[in-house]
Structures are given as structure tokens and as C-alpha cells.
């Protein structure tokens, strides 16, 4: 691919940003307008649990299969395609009769959106040659998740009290179709020299394996862990990870690399995107619930409550793509890791959301955490690897995102739902009673020692995995991707 002007760059680089804003600004919209989802479907905890996880296990299931067939059909095409298909599931999630039908094509949804985000994240890796620059168009990226968490919920309030919840897909429309013209005009195509060959028997296994877990956590506290068919669900998940550990083991060309693992911030990056999207999925129902459903307030209002956390991680993402670009990934995760413990520890240990200077406090802390996590798990697992193999990369990262806020939203949803017993919340609109709030507040401190622990994790792997050993770890890694492929091909691949 020749060298782009700065200018057709930047485009480039806006093109991209459209289809993150995309998807993320449906999540936080989807979140803000559950409640009345719920009202008009009829649905229960996991019903709404669903509306959400039906969307990010077809989305992680997809992620990998995704990347592999856009290095080796065209990034462009792949992309334009996913935006046809999520724009189209869009149209139809707004005309959804019932709670099935919506979570049917939300799954439409997650088939178009596995071809957006890590098929961006590769255009752009393949665009921004030069690492400092590319740290800078990672931070831009990361902001964009700021702008859809900042957004989203106002805009989902407003739209749910003015319209109806069925509008929140309407806005997808204009700008799917949006970026789908621009891509045809200014987005270049590119492939990988080797590609991978398709798995179908790996991506069967892993379709087995999420779906089957996501169930049992999500169906549990309704039919008991003891139950014949979530003791089964679970043994095929079970089995299904063994099988796929060593089937993609043997294969020449396997779904997942693991030579991808042998680079330590790789791997750490991996880890770090499951907690803190667990952390994300977890919180962002959580509080969806506890603010229209505890406090009383409507769509809009419980909106407005969230900005602070929304605000931080505007701000702090693009912050947080330059210290990247400056001081490697580091500092961001450490800071990361810092916020987001705190912030589950004020909720489980201090019920700071029983004050209103508390909640905002909590809030704020934890955006700070998250809007400084985004841009060094993207910028690690791309960075260093060889550039033919971008796509793979940037899918196992965005798989990592989806896999941890299904499982977000399915753990923490089933720690709420454990205690839904006692605690009886009122209706959207109207408060639940202070009995009923201090049992919703009772029932999910684990759920906040979840998130606290979630941003442990990160903090421990900001630290263990940075630094010169693990530089050198993505080096031999590398070295080992590149040396599968054959010379002329890795010799093409450093010109894509």
C-alpha cells in the first residue's frame, strides 16, 4: 500500500472512528433505555441481560473470524460489509415485536459490528506506520469510546422519554450510512501477504464454549446451579475449552495464534481488556438499574447522573493515547488500575452511593479509570507485531473486550438477581422504598467487590508486564510469527 498524505490519513482515521462510535454509542444508549425495554417487552433480569449478551457473545464469537477474513479478502470490503449488515440489524432491532425477536437481531447486529472495530483498528495499524503517530490515532480512537460514554446516555434519555426506546436504533441509520459512502471514497484497501486459512472447526468451539458459560451465569439464579441442565451447560463449556486448547494446538495455521502469547504485554493486554470490560459491562447495568429503578429517576435523568463518569473518560482517553505515545503503556495502566479498585471498593465498603456527593464521587473515579485503560490495551496488542498480521491482533484484543462485558453483565447480573428476592425495586419513575434500596444496596457489594477486584488485576499487570523484560518478550514473539511465513510473503508483508 503507498504512503497516504497527512491529510487522507486523518480521514482515514475518521472513517474508522465513525464505526467505533457506532457500536459504542448503541451500548451506552442500549443501557440508559433498559428499563423501559423491560416495561414494554415484559422481560425479566436475565431477559434484559440477554438484550445486551446476545450482541457481545456473537460479536466476540465472530471477532477472530472476522480479522482473519479481512486480511485475506480486502479490510475495505470487510468493513463496508460489516456496516451494510449493522446499519440493516440496526433498522430491525427498532421494529422488534418482542424480547426474542429484538435479541435475534441484535445478533444481526453483532455479525455487521465483528466487522467494524477490529477491522478499523487493522486499516488504521496498516495507515499510521510510524509509532508515535500511531500511539496519537490509537488516543483519538480511545476518545471515541469517551464521546459515545459521554453522549450516549443523554442522548438515550431523550430519545427514551421523547420518542420511545425503539429510536435509540434510528441512530444508526445516518451514520452507518455515512461511513459506508466515505469508505468507498477514501478508505484504501489492503490485504495480509499470508493470511490465515478459516477454522470453521475452532470457531465452532468457540461459539460452544461462550455460549454455553454465558448461559449457565445468566440462567443460574432462576434454576440453581444444581440444576441438570446448567450443570450440563457448564460441562460443555467445559469440554469445549479442553477440545479447542488442543485442537488449535495442533493446527498449522490455528483461530488463535498462541505464539501470539508468548509476548508478555500481549498477553497482559488480553487480561487487562476482560477486566476492565468486565468492570464496564457490570457497572454500566448495575447502575442502569440501581438509578431508575431504586432511586426512581427516568431515562433522561439517570443519564444525566452518569456524566461524571462519562466526562472522565472523555477527557482522560486521548490524555491517556499521548502518555501511550510518550511514556509507553505503563503509567496509564497503573493509573487504571488505581481508579477503578477505588471506585469498587467506595461502593462495596463506604455505600457512597447512598449520598449524592458520594455516587458522583464514585462515578467520576471510575471513569477516570476506564478512559485511561482503552488506549494501552489497543496500542500492546499491536505494537510490535508484524504488521501482515495486524488484523489477528487487533481481534484478539477487541475479543477480549466483548468476552469480559458478557461476562460482566452476566456475573454481575446474576449476583443481582441472587438478591432480587429481597430486594423488591419499584417501578421506572418511581423510587423503590428505603427497605427495598438498602437491599439493592446489600445485594450488589459483591457485585462492586467484582469490579474492585476487576482493576487489581489490571494494576498487577500494569506492573508485571511492561517494562524492558517484556519488550523483549513481543520481540521473540515477533520473530516467531514472521518466520512462519515464507520470505518473499514476509518481505511483501513489511510493504502492505
Known amino acids: ?218 440462567e443460574a439464579p432462576d434454576r440453581g446451579w444444581d440444576s441438570p441442565l446448567i450443570v450440563t451447560f457448564v460441562a460443555i463449556a467445559a469440554v469445549g475449552l479442553i477440545a479447542l486448547i488442543r485442537y488449535e494446538l495442533r493446527r498449522e495455521e490455528p483461530l488463535i495464534d498462541v505464539r501470539f502469547f508468548h509476548s508478555a504485554p500481549f498477553s497482559g493486554a488480553t487480561v487487562v481488556a476482560v477486566c476492565a470490560f468486565a468492570a464496564l459491562g457490570g457497572y454500566l447495568f448495575m447502575n442502569t438499574l440501581y438509578l431508575q429503578d431504586v432511586r426512581g429517576l427516568d431515562a433522561l435523568h439517570a443519564g444525566l447522573w452518569m456524566l461524571p463518569m462519562a466526562f472522565m473518560c472523555f477527557v482522560c482517553a486521548p490524555l491517556s493515547g499521548r502518555l501511550v505515545g510518550a511514556r509507553g503503556p505503563r503509567p496509564s495502566m ?3 488500575g488505581v481508579a477503578i479498585t477505588a471506585s469498587g471498593v467506595m461502593f462495596a465498603v463506604f455505600d457512597v452511593q447512598t449520598t449524592d456527593t458520594g455516587l458522583l464521587l464514585g462515578y467520576a473515579m471510575f471513569g477516570l479509570g476506564f478512559g485511561m485503560v482503552n488506549a494501552p490495551i489497543t496500542n500492546t496488542a499491536v505494537s510490535g507485531m508484524p504488521r501482515s498480521q495486524a488484523g489477528v491482533a487487533a481481534a484478539v484484543a477487541s475479543t477480549s473486550r466483548q468476552v469480559g462485558q458478557s461476562l460482566g453483565v452476566a456475573v454481575i447480573g446474576a449476583v443481582l438477581a441472587a438478591g432480587a428476592a429481597s430486594a423488591a425495586v419499584g417501578r421506572t419513575g418511581h423510587a423503590a422504598s428505603p427497605a427495598a434500596a438498602a437491599a439493592f444496596v446489600d445485594a450488589a457489594r459483591p457485585a462492586w467487590w467484582i469490579i474492585a477486584g476487576c482493576g487489581a488485576v489490571i494494576l498487577l499487570l500494569g506492573m508485571v508486564t511492561t517494562g524492558r523484560w517484556a519488550e523483549k518478550t513481543t520481540r521473540r514473539a515477533a520473530a516467531l510469527l514472521e518466520e512462519s511465513a515464507p520470505a518473499g510473503r514476509a518481505s511483501a508483508g513489511a510493504k502492505a
Open 1 to 218: 500500500m503507498r504512503e497516504l498524505s497527512h491529510r487522507r490519513r486523518m480521514l482515514v482515521l475518521a472513517i474508522c472512528c465513525m464505526s467505533l462510535l457506532l457500536v459504542s454509542l448503541d451500548n451506552t444508549v442500549l443501557n440508559v433505555a433498559l428499563p423501559s425495554i423491560r416495561s414494554d417487552l415484559h422481560a425479566s433480569v436475565s431477559g434484559m441481560q440477554w438484550t445486551i449478551d446476545a450482541y457481545t457473545l456473537v460479536l466476540a464469537a465472530l471477532l477472530m473470524l472476522s480479522g482473519s477474513t479481512a486480511d485475506r479478502v480486502g479490510r475495505k470490503r470487510t468493513f463496508q460489509t460489516g456496516l451494510v449488515i449493522f446499519t440493516l440489524g440496526s433498522g430491525l432491532c427498532s421494529l422488534a415485536p418482542n424480547l426474542e425477536t429484538l435479541v435475534i437481531f441484535r445478533m444481526v447486529q453483532a455479525i455487521g459490528g465483528s466487522m467494524l472495530n477490529p477491522v478499523a483498528m487493522s486499516i488504521i495499524t496498516n495507515v499510521f506506520t510510524e509509532p508515535k503517530e500511531r500511539a496519537r490515532a490509537i488516543g483519538v480512537w480511545g476518545g471515541v469510546v469517551g464521546i459515545s460514554m459521554a453522549a450516549g446516555p443523554i442522548v438515550g434519555g431523550v430519545l427514551v422519554e421523547s420518542v420511545g426506546w425503539r429510536s435509540i436504533f434510528w441512530i444508526n441509520l445516518p451514520v452507518g450510512i455515512a461511513a459506508l459512502l466515505l469508505t468507498a471514497r477514501y478508505v484504501p484497501e489492503s490485504r495480509a501477504p499470508k493470511p490465515r486459512r478459516a477454522d470453521p472447526i475452532g470457531q465452532l468451539l468457540v461459539v460452544a464454549v461462550l455460549g454455553t458459560l454465558t448461559y449457565a451465569i445468566i
Open 334 to 336: 497503573l493509573v487504571a
